[in-house]
């Protein structure tokens, strides 16, 4: 790496997906620069957990404290009687300070112009050369989020003509997360199967079951051999980051409005990682592994590098989720700020001395730690029975009422 490049360079944005709360204060305790989030019925994860309408302004008031960004997703088909409901939300939107609406569909973006909100392309839109990017910052679109497809090679060329044609709009790239088996946005399985719609944000994944194959003579049902027909691997870019930065990419975004805040915690913090060793150059193939490490112990279906180099090669999932778990073990009775211990009350399981532990709560970021003291009535144990009270010192704040889960590879 040229000594010149850090200094050429910009620091890409990172931004984190935020589907409820206690992935949102994850995300932004994890070092993200600004977060997307939808608002319940009008979402790509309309399953996630989501927010409501009314909730838009004090999210963008916890953002603004903390000198962050915030985006709000209204990527999916708008159908003629949502418009007015879209009018709403938008104006909502406007009021709270919103840093730009995630959309495709023309009418919101009609909305979006008319009430002046900054427009981010979504990737279901499939942008993928610098004609429809030229077109779409015509329309009024700030930053566009190309489609997964696109290679590395084809984005460096992209980023070229804008600069050429002094094109004012950003570029958006995914780095991390779930992809499709189909082009983005154009499966129809779930369509079909359950009328529950991926553009309308209700996808039910069936690309992720397990298939069985039934002969026409009925003599014979087969499960599927290691590979599960339909299932992508997630996309990982960590091997490649610097790479990514070097090509000019504004933002990096992660992908996951429906994974968990540990998921968040783990992947936001591993790219925060990597973004900063980049520009401070230490980013060596020693600590990518390391990064890497970290980032199986969250929900994966195996990591591919997407379409980045070409159309990805063994691209098929071999797995369906992580090999790691969270078992819920209880939730914090009290905790003394003076002496950072925390009370919990073991509702579901024992707890022994050295076990992992999760603490989730709203306004909680999703925090491990190790359980390498236990107390009972002030005096050390090395196990505490389910349904007892166990005193754990932490090297972070939590609050009664936070969730306390073990941490564990899956058995």
């Given at each position: 790496?040229?000594?010149?490049?850090?200094?050429?360079?910009?620091?890409?944005?990172?931004?984190?997906?935020?589907?409820?709360?206690?992935?949102?204060?994850?995300?932004?305790?994890?070092?993200?620069?600004?977060?997307?989030?939808?608002?319940?019925?009008?979402?790509?994860?309309?399953?996630?957990?989501?927010?409501?309408?009314?909730?838009?302004?004090?999210?963008?008031?916890?953002?603004?404290?903390?000198?962050?960004?915030?985006?709000?997703?209204?990527?999916?088909?708008?159908?003629?009687?949502?418009?007015?409901?879209?009018?709403?939300?938008?104006?909502?939107?406007?009021?709270?300070?919103?840093?730009?609406?995630?959309?495709?569909?023309?009418?919101?973006?009609?909305?979006?112009?008319?009430?002046?909100?900054?427009?981010?392309?979504?990737?279901?839109?499939?942008?993928?050369?610098?004609?429809?990017?030229?077109?779409?910052?015509?329309?009024?679109?700030?930053?566009?989020?190309?489609?997964?497809?696109?290679?590395?090679?084809?984005?460096?060329?992209?980023?070229?003509?804008?600069?050429?044609?002094?094109?004012?709009?950003?570029?958006?790239?995914?780095?991390?997360?779930?992809?499709?088996?189909?082009?983005?946005?154009?499966?129809f399985l779930s369509s079909y199967s359950s009328g529950k719609s991926a553009n309308r944000g209700e996808c039910l994944q069936y690309c992720r079951r397990?298939?069985?194959?039934?002969?026409?003579?009925?003599?014979?049902?087969?499960?599927?051999?290691?590979?599960?027909?339909?299932?992508?691997?997630?996309?990982c870019t960590i091997d490649f980051i610097d790479r990514l930065i070097e090509a000019g990419i504004d933002a990096f975004k992660i992908e996951g409005r429906?994974?968990?805040?540990?998921?968040?915690?783990?992947?936001?913090?591993?790219?925060?990682?990597?973004?900063?060793?980049?520009?401070?150059?230490?980013?060596?193939?020693?600590?990518?592994?390391?990064?890497?490490?970290?980032?199986?112990?969250?929900?994966?279906?195996?990591?591919?590098?997407?379409?980045?180099?070409?159309?990805?090669?063994?691209?098929?999932?071999?797995?369906?989720?992580?090999?790691y778990e969270k078992v819920f073990l209880g939730e914090v009775v009290k905790f003394f700020k003076k002496i950072n211990v925390a009370e919990i009350h073991?509702?579901?399981?024992?707890?022994?001395?050295?076990?992992?532990?999760?603490?989730?709560?709203?306004?909680?970021?999703?925090?491990?730690?190790?359980?390498?003291?236990?107390?009972?009535?002030?005096?050390?144990?090395?196990?505490?029975?389910?349904?007892?009270?166990?005193?754990?010192?932490?090297?972070?704040?939590?609050?009664?009422?936070?969730?306390?889960?073990?941490?564990?590879?899956?058995?």
């Open positions: 790496m040229k000594k010149t490049t850090k200094y050429i360079l910009k620091k890409p944005e990172l931004v984190a997906p935020a589907g409820d709360w206690p992935a949102l204060v994850t995300a932004i305790d994890s070092g993200a620069d600004s977060v997307y989030f939808g608002v319940k019925g009008l979402n790509m994860r309309n399953l996630a957990g989501n927010f409501d309408a009314y909730e838009i302004e004090k999210i963008m008031n916890f953002l603004a404290a903390r000198k962050k960004r915030g985006y709000l997703a209204l990527n999916v088909i708008i159908m003629e009687h949502e418009l007015k409901k879209v009018e709403t939300i938008l104006k909502k939107a406007r009021q709270a300070g919103i840093n730009g609406v995630i959309l495709w569909d023309m009418a919101v973006m009609n909305i979006a112009n008319k009430l002046k909100l900054p427009v981010h392309l979504s990737t279901q839109a499939s942008v993928s050369n610098s004609a429809a990017l030229e077109s779409f910052a015509h329309f009024g679109a700030k930053r566009v989020v190309l489609a997964r497809e696109c290679t590395l090679t084809e984005i460096r060329k992209i980023i070229k003509k804008k600069t050429e044609k002094k094109i004012n709009c950003r570029i958006e790239a995914f780095i991390h997360g779930a992809m499709c088996i189909s082009i983005s946005g154009r499966c397990e298939f069985s194959v039934k002969d026409s003579e009925d003599e014979g049902n087969y499960i599927l051999g290691r590979d599960y027909a339909l299932s992508a691997k997630d996309l429906r994974r968990a805040p540990e998921y968040v915690k783990v992947v936001t913090g591993v790219y925060r990682r990597a973004i900063d060793a980049y520009f401070e150059g230490n980013l060596t193939a020693s600590l990518k592994k390391q990064l890497k490490v970290q980032l199986r112990r969250v929900f994966n279906r195996g990591f591919s590098s997407g379409f980045y180099f070409g159309a990805p090669q063994n691209a098929l999932s071999a797995q369906l989720g992580n090999t073991l509702q579901n399981k024992p707890l022994h001395k050295g076990q992992e532990l999760l603490f989730i709560g709203r306004s909680t970021p999703a925090s491990f730690t190790k359980a390498e003291e236990l107390q009972q009535k002030h005096e050390f144990v090395n196990n505490v029975k389910k349904g007892e009270l166990a005193g754990i010192k932490l090297p972070f704040i939590v609050k009664p009422k936070d969730k306390v889960f073990l941490w564990r590879k899956k058995q």
